[in-house]
């Protein structure tokens, strides 16, 4: 008999989990693959940075699965909204919760809610052309980057760029009108503690190391590390790098990159919107950062945070609001209901990491799910509520239309469409969501 899964979220945890239950062998499978935005693949699309065009790749492998027979995806279909938990648990013998984390952590500062401080979810969103992304002009001088990992060296690479270095990358057109006219001078990213625990990784540091349009800066007693005998290879690397920054002549480049150490944020100043952000250096006693009572304010037109990412809880199914993601025993919820991803484990780990995490929900799922003869289906469900998905199909339209964009404008092979009406225009779908 015929096991029928539906996945929720087409990210990398959600297509890893379609492959490892197209893989496996214990007998026939469906999966459907269910998307709330027309376009599959997550952050790859919508995360990972225009300009690493060989991680972006990846997608080249996910299509496969999502070409894979027994395989659909559906977008446009976002549980909590168009159905509900119970409408899966109807039609599927088995549901897996993907949604991944969509939303920005907050620094819990006053000055938070400035015009001026935006969150690097929303900044990452607009730069890779998310429908739902706020829109953002560059009209800044000095700029303030909250948080040292990976995301914030994105943020930080980007905003340094020139908008010609991006030019070839799928960087809406729009967005990069916008980088073309930025304002940005100088740039500063913030750690609360150490070079030695800053959570970036090597080599997304040390390309940070090779722009070609901003100095770079450290501060020899900030990246100072007393004692380097237990650090890892990794960090020791970063260290490494940070330090020789600290003695590497300016070569007056337009843009000025300034990485900052052992200072957290308390406030983020300005009346009507940032003007600056207060900071107070720390160090760590007992493990814990800690404040040492002497503040710096740094002036900056606009304060990015790049704290980290949080899950948001699906209506009806169990959240913990501790660990902000499914609470779950290798990937199962409760019966019949499973999850994987930044959703099961929070929001730290790269692509890779989703498929072995996806491979431990299938195996806990295939261990206990007995599938059933007769189910309703979901297209008679969406039917009747007057939902038509996205279809693969449809989707490989939207592609088209992007690689065309890119022939239009005389870019690298594709341009992102922005917002759902352009995209949906793409292969005549006005009338879905
Ligand atoms: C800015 C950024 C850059 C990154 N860059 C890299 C990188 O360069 N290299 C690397 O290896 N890793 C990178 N990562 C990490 C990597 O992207 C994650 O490990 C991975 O995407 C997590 O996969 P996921 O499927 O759990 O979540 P996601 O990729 O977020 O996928 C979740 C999907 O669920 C959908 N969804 C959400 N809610 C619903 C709903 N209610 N109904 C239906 N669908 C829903 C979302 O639209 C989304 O498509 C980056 C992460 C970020 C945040
Ligand atoms: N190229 C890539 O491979 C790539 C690119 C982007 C993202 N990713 C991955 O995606 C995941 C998410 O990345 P991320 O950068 O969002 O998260 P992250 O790696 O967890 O980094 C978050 C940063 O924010 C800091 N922070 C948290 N709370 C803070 C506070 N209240 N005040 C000041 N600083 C605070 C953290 O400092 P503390 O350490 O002190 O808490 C840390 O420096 C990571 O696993 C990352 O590796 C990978």
């Avoid at 070839?168 to 150490?194: C, N």
């Avoid at 890779?352 to 189910?375: C, F, H, I, Q």
Wanted: some cysteine; hydrophobic content about 40%; charged content about 25%.
């Amino acid at each position: 008999m015929t096991l029928r899964v539906a996945i929720v979220g087409s990210g990398p945890a959600g297509i890893y989990t379609a492959e490892a239950l197209t893989k496996q062998s214990a007998g026939p499978v469906e999966v459907d693959v269910l998307e709330r935005l027309p376009t599959p693949y997550g952050l790859v699309r919508y995360g990972v940075a225009p300009d690493h065009t060989s991680i972006k790749s990846i997608a080249h492998y996910l299509r496969r699965v999502l070409e894979t027979p027994g395989v659909r995806f559906l977008g446009g279909v976002e549980l909590g909204a168009d159905l509900h938990v119970e409408d899966l648990l109807a039609c599927y013998d088995a549901v897996v919760y993907c949604t991944g984390a969509m939303v920005d952590r907050q620094l819990g500062i006053p000055g938070e809610d400035l015009p001026g401080s935006v969150a690097a979810t929303d900044f990452v969103n607009w730069y890779c052309g998310h429908p739902d992304a706020p829109d953002f002009t560059l009209d800044v001088a000095e700029v303030a980057v909250v948080g040292v990992g990976n995301v914030a060296v994105d943020v930080v690479r980007i905003l340094a760029k020139t908008a010609d270095e991006l030019r070839a990358t799928d960087i809406p057109e729009q967005v990069l009108t916008a980088l073309a006219e930025s304002r940005v001078k100088r740039i500063h990213m913030i750690g609360r503690r150490g070079a030695a625990h800053a959570k970036f990784t090597l080599k997304e540091l040390r390309e940070l190391g090779e722009l070609l349009n901003a100095d770079i800066l450290t501060f020899p007693d900030e990246v100072a590390v007393e004692d380097l005998t237990d650090l890892s290879r990794q960090v020791r690397g970063n260290v490494d790098v940070l330090q020789a920054w600290s003695t590497r002549p300016p070569q007056d480049r337009p843009r000025r990159l300034e990485v900052r150490f052992w200072l957290r944020p308390v406030e983020i100043l300005g009346v009507s919107r940032v003007e600056g952000i207060r900071l107070e250096r720390t160090r760590l006693e007992d493990g814990r950062v800690v404040g040492t009572g002497e503040f710096e304010t740094i002036p900056a037109d606009m304060v990015l945070r790049s704290v980290g990412y949080r899950s948001v809880p699906l209506p009806g199914v169990p959240f913990s609001e501790r660990s902000m993601t499914v609470p779950n025993e290798a990937g199962r919820v409760r019966d019949r209901e499973y999850v994987a991803g930044w959703l099961k484990r929070g929001p730290t780990g790269v692509i890779g990491t989703n498929k072995s995490d996806a491979a431990e929900t299938v195996r806990t799922l295939l261990a206990e799910v007995v599938p059933e003869p007769a189910r309703p289906t979901l297209d008679d469900l969406l039917a009747a509520r007057g939902v038509t998905p996205v279809t693969y199909q449809d989707w490989l339209a939207i592609e088209a239309a992007e690689e065309k964009l890119a022939r239009t404008l005389d870019r690298g092979e594709k341009v992102k469409l922005v917002g759902r009406a352009a995209m949906l225009d793409a292969f005549g779908g006005a009338d879905r969501r």
